[in-house]
C-alpha cells in the first residue's frame, strides 16, 4: 500500500521530533558537571514533562485569552 503525501509528512515529522529529543537528551547530559549530572538530568527532563504536560490545555486557553501566551513565555524563560 503506498502511502499518500500527508502520511508520509506526518511519520517523518514523528521520526525527526523522535531523534532530535535523543539528541536533546544526549547533549543535556554533557553540559553539567559530573558531580551534578544526574540531578540536573532529572530536573530538566521533569521541566520537560511538565512543558510537555501543560502546552495542550494552555494552547487552547490562548485561543481564547493572550495572557496565556504570558505563560507560554515564562515556562520558555525557565526552562
Not at 44 to 57: E, G, H, I
Amino acid at each position: 500500500v503506498a502511502l499518500k503525501a500527508p502520511a508520509f509528512v506526518g511519520i517523518f515529522g514523528k521520526f525527526c521530533t523522535a531523534g532530535m529529543f535523543q539528541q536533546i537528551y544526549a547533549m543535556t547530559t554533557e553540559r553539567f558537571p559530573a558531580e551534578v549530572r544526574a540531578t540536573a538530568f532529572g530536573v530538566c527532563r521533569v521541566a520537560a514533562m511538565l512543558a510537555t504536560f501543560f502546552a495542550p490545555p494552555l494552547a487552547r486557553k490562548a485561543e481564547r485569552d493572550s495572557a496565556a501566551f504570558l505563560v507560554f513565555a515564562l515556562m520558555a524563560g525557565v526552562v
